[in-house]
C-alpha cells in the first residue's frame, strides 16, 4: 500500500529562523514527487514536483530536495507570510497522489 | 488557481437527498480528479478521469458516482448523502501525462446532517 509520511505535524517558527520539513513516501511507481502550500479555506497551490534523487528545486525561500525514500521542503528565514499547511504527495500512473497529512506552519513576527 | 472552477461552495445537506458537484477546468486538460480532505486524513483519491467519455475508481470510491460527458467538466454525484460524506472536496486537473503539475480547485464544502 502506497504511504506518505510528513513530519512534524505542526511547526512553529519566529520570523528568520530557518527549518525543514520531512516527507517520507513509500509510493509503487512512483513519477514525481510533489509539494504543495495550502492556506485556509482555499485549494492546493502547487510549489515543485521532483521527478529523480538529488534533484533540488527552488522558489524564494523554499527549497525542496529528494533522496530515494524522503523529500525535505527548507525553509530558509521565513515570513509570517509563509504560514501555511504544506502538502507532499506521491504521483503514480494518471497523476494520481497519494497525500501526507500534512505540515502547519506558523511563522511569527 | 488556475482555471478549476468548482460549485457550489457551500451545501447543506440532509441524510440521504442528493446532489452534484461541478468541476469545470479551461485548460483544455485531458485528467480530472475528484478528492476529499479530512482532518488527520489527508486528501483521498475518490474518482478520476484521463478523458472525455472515462472515468475510474481512487481511493475511496464508495458512495460516489462521477461522469465526464464533455471533457471540460467532471461531475461528482452524491446519491444518497451519509453522514460520513461531510468533507471538503477537491477538483484537480492537468495534462495527460503523469507527473505533470496537477492544478487544483478552492473546494467545496459539504455537511451532511
Known amino acids: 500500500e502506497d504511504q506518505v509520511t510528513q513530519s512534524p505535524e505542526a511547526l512553529r517558527l519566529q520570523e528568520g529562523e530557518s527549518s525543514s520539513l520531512n516527507c517520507s513516501y513509500t509510493?509503487?511507481?512512483?513519477?514525481?514527487l510533489f509539494w504543495y502550500r495550502q492556506d485556509p479555506g482555499k485549494g492546493p497551490e502547487f510549489l515543485f514536483t521532483?521527478?529523480?534523487a538529488g534533484e533540488e528545486k527552488e522558489k524564494e525561500r523554499l527549497k525542496a530536495t529528494l533522496t530515494k525514500k524522503e523529500s525535505f521542503l527548507h525553509i530558509t528565514a521565513p515570513k509570517p507570510e509563509d504560514s501555511a499547511t504544506y502538502l507532499c504527495?506521491?504521483?503514480?500512473?494518471?497523476?494520481?497522489?497519494?497525500f501526507g497529512q500534512g505540515t502547519i506552519l506558523t511563522v511569527h513576527p | 488557481n488556475a482555471g478549476v472552477t468548482q460549485t457550489p461552495k457551500f451545501r447543506v445537506l440532509k441524510t440521504g437527498q442528493s446532489m452534484t458537484l461541478l468541476c469545470a477546468q479551461d485548460?483544455?486538460?485531458?485528467?480530472m480528479y475528484w478528492y476529499r480532505q479530512d482532518p488527520g486524513m489527508g486528501l483521498r483519491l475518490i474518482h478520476y478521469?484521463?478523458?472525455?467519455?472515462?472515468?475510474a475508481k481512487g481511493e475511496v470510491p464508495d458512495g460516489y458516482n462521477v461522469s465526464r460527458l464533455k471533457k471540460q467538466n467532471f461531475l461528482l454525484g452524491l446519491e444518497s448523502a451519509a453522514p460520513s460524506q461531510t468533507s471538503v472536496y477537491f477538483c484537480?486537473?492537468?495534462?495527460?501525462?503523469?507527473?505533470?503539475?496537477?492544478?487544483f480547485g478552492e473546494g467545496s464544502w459539504l455537511t451532511v446532517v
Open positions: 484537480a486537473s492537468s495534462y495527460s501525462s503523469s507527473g505533470n503539475t496537477i492544478y
Open positions: 509510493v509503487s511507481g512512483l513519477r514525481g
Open positions: 521532483l521527478y529523480s
Open positions: 504527495a506521491g504521483g503514480t500512473s494518471y497523476g494520481k497522489l497519494t
Open positions: 485548460m483544455n486538460h485531458e485528467y
Open positions: 478521469s484521463v478523458g472525455e467519455g472515462t472515468t
